[in-house]
Nanobody
């Protein structure tokens, strides 16, 4: 059974950091493009970052460029999202997702999803 599991969310003060993990079971992440998305109530799911199957190519939403870094750990079958300099607007449920195609920011193009992890930035 294909399953993605996010972890690492929590409560952090503005300016703080968190590292989210996306672990897979039932399949190998190497064969998939992995995206991170986030969603707040009442708004559409937003693409945050994406990494290609090779790990060579990655992209970021303008709102997180220079603060977030996506990476792969093939040995652990895990993709990470390092989030630094967090601000109030980063508060959301964060999801990882997988697709067989190339990177993109449209959540509708991704086939497999985790259950999400809450990130709350608050003083």
């Amino acid at each position: 059974q294909v399953q993605l599991v996010e972890s690492g969310g929590g409560l952090v003060q503005p300016g703080g950091s968190l590292r989210l993990s996306c672990a897979a079971s039932g399949f190998t992440l190497d064969y998939y493009t992995i995206g991170w998305f986030r969603q707040v109530p009442g708004r559409e799911r937003e693409g945050v970052s994406c990494i290609s199957r090779s790990g060579i190519t990655s992209n970021y939403a303008d709102s997180v460029k220079g603060r977030f870094t996506i990476s792969r750990d093939k040995a652990r079958n895990t993709v990470y999202l390092q989030m630094n300099s967090l601000n109030l607007e980063d508060t959301a449920v964060y999801y990882c997702a997988a697709r067989a195609g190339v990177c993109g920011s449209n959540y509708r193009d991704f086939n497999y999803w985790g259950q999400g992890t809450q990130v709350t930035v608050s003083s």
